[in-house]
């Protein structure tokens, strides 16, 4: 679900609730248990208060994924496994611990995502005489993860740019190569080297990014065909063998664990991390111009009626849940 300028996460969430309930009603079905995976304090809290008195499971994305890529016998069985989830919104990496599930360590920026990939496609084809809004530049990209070629066309001058993978690839090929600066900061942060790397969000569709990144890494891929819906089919079957959990949290470690070999280092260094914040600082301010100079989002509403009840939550088990 788009998520409208100005408008709450909770608003998508529900409207995709409401959808899947209409959609379940069209075939007869009912919906016994709503699932909902948040990344963060601050979506979970807005998520648990529009919900009210309604029953729903509220389960951290990493643990979800990491449950369902288990289901589908993806998941190494022993050591960590590195989760890049690059998706509209932005880019979250997680490194998991495979075999108790406990959460090394994770992060998220907004800097490399798929809505500034559309805003660059955006940017190219107008270069090019060719302009359109954000829904077909998003069509367009989507088509380049099917097929190595496709025709972009003006609506109003039929002006046509003929676009390819590697056009794509240019235009995207710094954003991509800063998240791998980043995932190796969290790596070093970490001081564990993963056995894998899971790339899952809707823009790891594109087979030139997760080369780009399997290559980058020198670590063996974990793909799903459909990575966008690895959170959501996960958080059903937690939701499925735990009906009775309000919310479903992961085990996160503050520290960094003691590494044989790695006594006494110093961690990264100051040049390190300079030269990623510049990095950054370029990246984000080249996307968010694009942004900002291509965006025609209304502002959305707010849900309506009083504030409903906090929704009451039990709490977190004293030890990791054997999901297997």
Same mark, same amino acid.
């Given at each position: 679900m788009p998520r409208p300028s100005g408008a709450g996460v909770d608003e998508a969430v529900f409207e995709a609730v409401e959808l899947m309930r209409e959609a379940a009603t069209s075939r007869d079905e009912f919906v016994t248990g709503i699932a909902v995976t948040t990344r963060c304090?601050?979506?979970?809290?807005?998520?648990?208060?529009?919900?009210?008195?309604?029953?729903?499971?509220?389960?951290? =994305?990493?643990?979800?994924?990491?449950?369902?890529?288990?289901?589908?016998?993806?998941? @190494?069985? =022993?050591?960590?496994?590195?989760?890049?989830?690059?998706?509209?919104?932005?880019?979250?990496?997680?490194?998991?611990?495979?075999?108790?599930?406990?959460?090394?360590?994770?992060?998220?920026?907004?800097?490399?995502?798929?809505?500034?990939?559309?805003?660059?496609?955006?940017?190219?084809?107008?270069?090019?005489?060719?302009?359109i809004d954000r829904p077909t530049s998003c069509a367009y990209k989507e088509a380049l993860t099917a097929s190595p070629v496709v025709t972009a066309s003006d609506p109003r001058t039929h002006t046509r740019v003929v676009l390819t993978r590697s056009d794509f690839h240019e235009l995207v090929a710094a954003g991509i190569h800063h998240s791998v600066s980043y995932v190796r900061q969290l790596i070093e942060e970490t001081g564990v080297t993963p056995q894998a790397v899971a790339l899952l969000g809707g823009c790891n569709r594109n087979?030139?990014?997760?080369? =780009?990144?399997?290559?980058?890494?020198?670590? @063996?891929?974990?793909?799903?065909?459909?990575?966008?819906?690895?959170?959501?089919?996960?958080?059903?079957?937690?939701?499925?063998?735990?009906?009775?959990?309000?919310?479903?949290?992961?085990?996160?470690?503050?520290?960094?664990?003691?590494?044989?070999?790695?006594?006494?280092?110093?961690?990264?260094?100051?040049?390190?991390?300079?030269?990623?914040?510049?990095?950054?600082?370029?990246?984000?301010?080249?996307?968010?111009?694009?942004?900002?100079?291509?965006?025609?989002?209304?502002?959305?509403?707010?849900?309506?009626g009083t504030g409903p009840s906090p929704m009451e939550v039990a709490g977190t088990p004293p030890k990791p849940v054997d999901t297997k």
């Open positions: 304090a601050t979506h979970e809290e807005a998520i648990r208060a529009a919900a009210g008195r309604s029953r729903l499971t509220i389960v951290d =994305e990493p643990l979800a994924q990491l449950r369902y890529l288990r289901f589908t016998e993806r998941l @190494p069985a =022993e050591g960590t496994v590195l989760i890049y989830d690059l998706g509209a919104s932005g880019l979250t990496v997680t490194q998991a611990d495979c075999r108790t599930d406990a959460i090394l360590a994770g992060r998220h920026s907004t800097v490399v995502c798929g809505d500034g990939h559309d805003a660059l496609l955006r940017w190219r084809l107008a270069h090019d005489g060719v302009a087979p030139g990014i997760r080369t =780009e990144v399997e290559t980058l890494l020198d670590l @063996p891929a974990i793909y799903d065909p459909e990575p966008e819906f690895v959170s959501a089919r996960g958080a059903v079957l937690m939701a499925t063998q735990l009906p009775s959990a309000r919310r479903v949290r992961g085990v996160r470690f503050a520290g960094k664990p003691a590494t044989p070999g790695r006594a006494g280092a110093g961690g990264v260094s100051k040049r390190k991390l300079v030269a990623a914040a510049a990095v950054t600082a370029t990246l984000g301010a080249t996307v968010a111009g694009l942004l900002v100079l291509d965006h025609t989002s209304a502002p959305g509403g707010t849900r309506g």
